[in-house]
Each structure stands twice: as structure tokens, then as C-alpha cells.
């Protein structure tokens, strides 16, 4: 009988005979876990060059066979995804190339586009078709013991194939993602570094930043800032708890979108403060009453709970 | 038998015997509720200049008399909490002031407190121990019907009574939110309003701009926006959702301290745009190493839940 956790039964056949997971993180590991509860490969192959996230996997038993090596793990795949930080895909893909099988779809799971194409492609024999694809999906936390199975539930994968790529492997590669219960979307891969300059780079940027504001301040202590923090500033801390090698990978390979997108924050941010020293009450009110219908939008979208401070309590904390 | 909320039994003699809440949205009716369910006062009395909101207050039950007219709120009531938005602290207390019981303590919970000092004041009879303070806790919902008795569970109370303040008013005070489940910190107003600058007022700020700037963007479709929000943009609109004018008056009334800190935010994300820009890994990953370590501290604290994404699964939106 099937889990009652809104991934539904599994498939009667498994869309890829292997499966192998380049890198054991949060999202590798999130992806190993619904393979198997969703069937969604015959064999799973985890792969990671850290030993003790290799100890972790098999632990866990995540996988049906943990490889330390990466011609190992990709040897007979018919479907390898790169969960690696997007400084490390061009290097990876040249190290497993010469392994691919020919026919096999070859995919990654960053969270920039474009830089990622430009530096796994050139890498890549012809018998292989490459399909990028971005699950917008996470936590703050990271390694294999942080992964879950319904990470990618109802969340969106954008899957973004460079001019000529062969159609029916997108479509396996979609599919691929539906059975993980995500939805997909197509799109250009600059679009994609945009789109996600502004849902997600940028915030990161600035929650990063505030936090670090804040503990560099002379004025308030440290202590003071933890105590009070239920204010607002708790929510900023989450996001600032990121893994840093991801995020700095993130900054360094989409700097353009992210930069344009800092600069109309910063453009914004300057009107605001105008308002601020004139005492303009109205334009303050008019910009605070507007931004809450966004918010209204992503909780109709189901991307969002619609209780309270995210349903957190006091006496759950 | 006590419901276990974590707020514990009821008082054997109530604190107070007569509690008059001015405003009912989320904080006056949250005190609303803690106050009857522990029994701090003998009798609660709800004033609101709305109809709707003092419909609403009568159809919950949530207080013993519901009165429109402020001086018969007041009227015999030993504490006086003014809840209503913080350009409206000066006009209330003008208004109450003559009807005040002697020896009856007035406080209020505004989010600033050297400008609600300077505007209640002037107007209070010497007979009369003003005694400010702010919880530091909330949600972005607004109104009666979003408060709850558990909010101010394991939150802290900040009391900022200005220098001459009778010591014994001041302990009443303190027991009160004591016993509505709250720690309390003694503090001077402005350097409350300081650690409010960047535990609460500017990380608003920054989430109002970036909800703003998301909505105004011509490349990037709302729609887009939306979706793919649960990168990270998702948890800004939670807090660019809080009423538009609570946040309004807060700007307006502490503007100092607000840019003050908004300077200090600005110069650190020049930084941070420099090294992006410049490509500098080693001070991203340095700073977005550094930050984590903040959010382990409000853990400890007891002040967020360590649950990773706040507890959210996707199965559950």
C-alpha cells in the first residue's frame, strides 16, 4: 500500500533502467529517495567525492550501489544528473565523458543556467544528449541525512535544452520530474538565470547580507540581535544559513542577471528611503498595500502555506 | 483542567482587576485571549474605533465589554494598553487622559518607543504611572480573528520606562507579561528603537523593496514570479504581507534609527557587489560561512524552530 505522503502509487515500469546521482547533497539525496518510493529507475547509483557522505548514503541505504569513483557510477546509466555546486559541473563532465553510455540523457540540478551549459557542452560526445534542468526546490539545510523524498512535490523543475536538443529526450527528462512529483516548465536558459536572479539570487544576496549587517554592528550586541529577532529578522537567518559553497558557485556563474537585478533593488531601495526621510506616509502605505497581493498569488499557486508565520508557534519551538 | 498550551494554569488572584485593550487587531486580541485563559485580570474591556472590529470582537467573545466610546473603556479600569497603530498612541492618549483612574498604569505595545513617549506623554495627569513596552512578536496577519493566547509564549517583552518611572509600576508591568508567557527586558527607548532597526524594521524594509521591485520588473512576468518563488522570494512576502499601516508609522516614527541602519546595510551590500563583481569566492564563501552561525544562536534561543524550510513540506501548503 502506497505511503500517504501526496506522491501517489508507484509506476508499474521504471521510465530509466540506471540512475546515477553525481553528488549526495540535499538535493541528490532527495532525488535517490523518490526514485526508489516512486520507481522511478531500476537501480540507483549514488556517487560522491566526499567519504563520509559516502558512508552516509550507504548508512542510509539510499542507494543500491555507492561509487567512489566516477566511471564506476556512470558505467551502463541511462540517465546521470549532476547534483553537484555549479563550480564543479565542467569539471565533472569531463571526467565522466569518456564513460557515458551512447544513447544515455545526461541532466544537472544547478540553479544557473547558462554557465552551466558553456561549461558542460564542450565536454560532451555527440551520442549523449544533455538536458539542463533546475528543480526550484530546497531547504537551508544540506548533506544526504537532510534530503526527503516530497522535496520536489507540487515545486516546479525548469528544464532548459539549448537550441537542437533532441525533443524526446526532453520529454523522458520531463517525465523523469513529474514522477518525482514536480511540475515542469521549458524555458530559455538566459530567461532562466533572470527569472531566478529575482525569485531567489537576489534574496539570497541580501538575507545574507543583512544578516551579516547585523553581526558586525557596534552599537547592539549579538545577544540582542538573536533575542529579538522574532521581529522579522529570523526569517532572513534561514535563508542566510544556506550552504556557502552552493550559493558562492551561484554568485560567481550568474553575476550579469544578478548584478542588473541588485541594481533595480538598489535603485528601489533609494526611492524608499527618500520616502522615509520626507515623511511621505502615503507613498509608504500605497507600496506596503501592494506587495502583500503577491504573497495572495503564491499561496493560490499552492508554493506557499497560507497559516500564519509559516505555522510555527511558539510552543513548537 | 488547564489546556497544555505551554502557557501553564491560571493565576489564583488575577493581576489586575480591570484590563482595558484600545485596538483589537492582532496584539490587543491575542492580550485578549492569554488574559482570560490565565486569568491576569478580573474583567477585560475591548475598545476599537471600527465597527466591524468591535462586531467581530463580540461575535469571538473575546472580551467582557466591547465599547466604542474610549472614555467609557477606560472608565475604572486599573491598566490601559493602548494596541492601535503607532501614529495613533498621541490622539489616544489625548483623548483618554482625563478619564484615567488614578494610580492606574497605561502602556501600550508599539513597535517604537522614543516616539510614543514624546507623544503620549504631554497629555497624561501625574496620577497616572505610564509604563511603555513592546512585544517582539507577531505574524503578518492583521485583525481579531488572526490573534491567538499563545503569542507572546517564549517571546520577549521589551518595558522602556523613561527615566522617574514609579519602579513599582514597572514590576507590575513586567509580572503582567510574565504571566501572558513572555521573558521581559528592561531597556532604554532609544536603544530599543536601535535593535528594533535591524531585528525587525529594516529587514521589513528590504522585504517590502524586493516584493516591490519583483512586481515592477518588465523581463520577468508576475506570473513567473510566483512560481518559482520557492527559491527563496516566498519567505520575503510573508513578511511584505504585515499591515501596510502599523509598518507605515513605524518607518514614519523612527526614521533615525531606520536609516541609520539602512546605511550600514547599504555600504556591506557594495561590498558584496564588489565581490561578485571582482569574482572574489573566498569573501563569499567567508561572509555566507559566517552567517550561519547567527541563525544557530536564535535556535538555542529558543526563538525559531530548528524544523529545516520552518517545518513547511510541500504536502502541506
Known sequence: MPVPDGLGAQLREPLFDRIA????????SSLARVCRRKGLAREIIAADSSAQVRAEVGGLGLADQVAEKLATAVEGADLVILCVPVGAMGPVAQEIAPYLLPGAILSD????KTAIIKAVTPHL???????????????????????????????????????????????????????????????????????????SHVPHLIAY???????DLEQVTQLEVIKFSAGGFRDFTRIAASDPVMWRDIFL????????????????????????RNGDGKALFDLF????????????????TSAPDFGRRAGET
Do not use: C, Y
Open 109 to 112: 540540478v544547478g540553479s544557473v
Open 253 to 276: 556563474n550568474n553575476k550579469e542577471a544578478v548584478l542588473e537585478t541588485l541594481g533595480r533593488f538598489n535603485e528601489d531601495l533609494s526611492a524608499l528611503q527618500r520616502m522615509i
Open 209 to 215: 547580507n543583512i544578516v551579516g549587517t547585523a553581526a
Open 125 to 199: 560526445p555527440g551520442t549523449v544528449d544533455f538536458v539542463p534542468a533546475h528543480p526550484v526546490a530546497g531547504t537551508e539545510q544540506s548533506g544526504p541525512a537532510a534530503g526527503f523524498a516530497t522535496l520536489f512535490l507540487n515545486r516546479w523543475s525548469i528544464v532548459t535544452p539549448p537550441a537542437g536538443t533532441n525533443p524526446q529526450a526532453v520529454a523522458r527528462l520531463a517525465s523523469f520530474w513529474q514522477g518525482a512529483g514536480a511540475n515542469v516548465e521549458v524555458m530559455d536558459a538566459a530567461h532562466h538565470d533572470l527569472v531566478l536572479a529575482i525569485t
Open 21 to 28: 546521482l553525481i553528488g549526495m547533497g540535499l538535493i541528490g
Open 289 to 304: 498595500t501592494r506587495t502583500r497581493t503577491i504573497r495572495r498569488g503564491i499561496i493560490e499557486q499552492g508554493q506557499e
